[in-house]
């Protein structure tokens, strides 16, 4: 059995689980999310847990299984709590401002670079503190890395967008000793 995969899953109160046809359904107090499912996978509901069982024992299936045990998850945990990441400026000028569902940047190019949120992901600003959220994992995660793309931390100042708590290698500069 995979390790993941025979773990159950926890249903919180309000949550609830349809599985129709090849989708999976998870509606809570902050939304709807659907997936399909995998091919060879199953998903029963026990009272309060769901249990995911795979048709055998093949390698594809068993990597599947663990798989979907985590998309599952993290669907349950996103309809009802929600994801978030929280991005940090560093630099000086370097500014963030929301307005409606864009966010306008001074990252020290010649003009102003505008992110358009995409749908279903909020963003709130706190000073230089970007917190990008939403109910999909994966979404909230593909934003977050492509605000940071915007422009990358660089490695003598350390100046740029970064993860709050992300270590960003240094590097000494010209004279190769450190400071």
């Known amino acids: 059995m995979s390790r993941v995969g025979k773990q159950p899953i926890n249903l919180p109160s309000g949550v609830s689980v349809v599985t ?3 989708e999976v359904s ?4 902050k939304g709807t999310l659907s997936r399909p499912t995998l091919e ?3 998903i029963s509901q026990d009272g309060d847990k769901l249990v995911l069982t795979r048709k055998n024992d093949e390698a594809l299936y068993r990597a599947r299984h663990g798989l979907m045990r985590s ?12 994801f978030s990441k929280k991005l940090e400026l560093s630099g ?6 929301l307005a409606g569902q864009e966010l306008k940047m001074n990252l020290g190019f010649s003009h102003e670079v505008v992110y358009k949120l995409p ?4 963003a709130s600003v706190d000073q230089n503190t970007i917190t990008v959220s939403g109910i999909d994992k994966q979404r909230v995660g593909q934003t977050a890395a492509e605000i940071r793309a915007l422009k990358k931390p660089e490695p003598y100042k350390g100046k ?3 993860y709050v708590g992300e270590r960003i290698l240094r ?3 010209k004279s190769g000793k450190e400071k």
Do not use: C, F, Q, W
């Open 20 to 22: 129709k046809d090849a």
């Open 26 to 29: 998870v509606s809570g107090p």
């Open 40 to 42: 060879g996978i199953k």
């Open 71 to 82: 998309l599952v998850d993290n669907m349950v945990t996103g309809v009802n709590d929600g």
């Open 92 to 97: 000086v000028g370097y500014r963030v401002n």
């Open 119 to 122: 749908e279903g992901i909020t």
């Open 160 to 162: 740029g967008i970064h």
């Open 171 to 173: 590097k000494s500069g």
